[in-house]
């Protein structure tokens, strides 16, 4: 439709914002949709500007454009970070209409340049012609996995680290039963994206399994199904005492609170950080101020300390009673004391990795390529690697081809399938489908997203800049 009118800079224009408007409610909503139309305005009135005669007068000029520049700046947030870059690329086009009509310098006489430039202005062909697939697999060698190396000297340094702290934990703390501390998360599994900065440590609490019962989240009071309970049990045969953990109880029930704080005293506050930094060679200190029990590290290697990059270890208490594995991660329940999170993170990984063995699939690629794109792209970095992973479970239940040659396929059907969760507002859990993933999200966020995601639909490679 361009291409084809004579008049592009009318014609042309009018039927994208006549497009844009047109679908803009269905992902914008209806305050969206009157921002857009804002916007839409502010173009056209530019381009009518344009096509005025040379000889009007300069301030009515002035006027109008800040006018236009008006509309962009009183409008929300939402279009400030998206619909702006459109508002003004299209200025910047109409002014350059406006001054096609001015005489064109002649350009001045350039010095030789060397044989290389021939060369340069070819490879810069290549990657323009480059289709979409090719860039993709380029942007997953290149901007996604992380080289053998940098995994294994972050893995060797968690290791140390949580070497020196259970030793140290045994011989201050001999009586508090804990089982062998293990690092854990996506830097173990061969999921972690971009760059190697952060673990878990998992510290298991050795409970009695005749003294304690876990109660699922679907049976408290709270009904949320991943914020679990642990129950003192038998407290007229073994009272109070009988077991190292009673003193962490609040009502009857294991406070994930009060172990986090007892850690938090003995490790955080009570260790050694100078000298454990000096035998490590790495800077090793504590994370203050933070409800989660973190440890920051500077200096894995000596370009990662030039260059002031940290690397992070959350410490978790953890305890696996009936199946059932309960974190304290008070960043997540809140202010309820006594509930502990039930993570699915191990369940989804290791479905994942099961249907990829199955049939050589690409689900952990799709996976760590989407997770690298909300790392880098801004507005999406409210996605994280739980939204992903679960939208490709989803995929994988009624999308049977998996190979190599449907990566980019798989990669496009991802985006439009978040699309559709961001439209209802609901991401349901794969092991838990009455849990809704984004339940934490604000409606700024899901526009926000939805607005970037909607873009990608046309122009997938914004994604991958």
Not at 268 to 285: A, D, F, Q, Y
Not at 303 to 312: I, K, L, M, P, Q
Request: glycine share 6%; aromatic share 8%; charged share 25%.
């Amino acid at each position: 439709m361009y291409y084809s009118s004579k008049r592009r800079g009318e014609d042309g224009i009018a039927a994208v914002i006549d497009f844009l408007l047109s679908n803009a409610r269905l992902v914008l909503g209806v305050g969206g949709a009157v921002v857009l139309g804002i916007a839409t305005l502010a173009v056209k009135r530019l381009i009518e500007r344009a096509g005025r005669p040379p000889d009007e007068k300069p301030d009515k000029k002035m006027t109008d454009s800040w006018e236009e520049l008006g509309l962009v700046s009183a409008s929300p947030k939402l279009l400030h970070k998206g619909i702006e870059g459109v508002v003004m690329k299209q200025i910047a086009a109409a002014t350059k209409k406006a001054e096609l009509s001015q005489p064109i310098p002649l350009p001045s006489p350039e010095p030789q340049r060397c044989d290389t430039e021939p060369l340069q202005r070819r490879k810069r062909m290549d990657l323009c012609v480059m289709t979409f697939v090719e860039h993709l697999q380029q942007y997953y060698r290149t901007r996604v996995c992380l080289s053998v190396e940098e995994v294994s000297v972050a893995q060797q340094r968690a290791l140390d680290i949580a070497t020196e702290i259970q030793a140290f934990l045994h011989s201050k703390r001999p009586d508090m039963p804990l089982g062998d501390m293990t690092l854990a998360g996506s830097l173990l599994d061969d999921l972690q994206v971009v760059k190697a900065d952060h673990t878990c440590l998992i510290v298991p609490l050795q409970l009695e399994s005749s003294l304690w019962t876990p109660i699922a989240g679907e049976d408290t009071f709270l009904g949320h199904p991943q914020y679990c309970m642990v129950r003192r049990e038998n407290l007229e045969y073994f009272p109070r005492g009988q077991s190292y953990w009673d003193r962490h109880l609040l009502g009857g029930y294991l406070s994930s609170r009060l172990v986090s704080e007892q850690l938090g005293k003995t490790v955080m506050e009570s260790m050694n950080w100078p000298s454990l930094t000096g035998t490590l060679e790495c800077e090793v200190r504590p994370v203050l101020g933070s409800p989660e029990l973190k440890l920051e590290i500077q200096g894995l290697t000596q370009s990662s300390y030039d260059s002031g990059e940290r690397f992070y270890i959350t410490v978790l208490p953890t305890v696996r009673l009936a199946e059932m594995t309960l974190t304290a991660q008070r960043e997540i329940t809140g202010s309820f004391d006594y509930v502990w999170y039930q993570s699915l993170y191990t369940s989804e990984t290791a479905r994942l990795a099961a249907l990829d063995k199955a049939d050589s699939g690409v689900r952990r690629k799709c996976l760590k390529t989407l997770k690298a794109v909300c790392r880098n792209c801004p507005s999406l970095r409210k996605l994280n690697g739980s939204h992903l992973c679960n939208v490709i479970l989803h995929m994988s239940e009624k999308e049977a081809d998996w190979s190599e040659s449907a990566f980019a396929d798989r990669f496009l059907q991802a985006i439009t399938e978040l699309i559709g969760f961001l439209e209802t507002g609901i991401l349901p859990s794969y092991f838990k489908p009455n849990v809704n993933l984004f339940q934490g999200s604000t409606e700024d966020d899901i526009d926000e997203m939805g607005f970037m995601l909607y873009c990608a639909v046309t122009e997938p490679e914004i994604l991958l800049i």
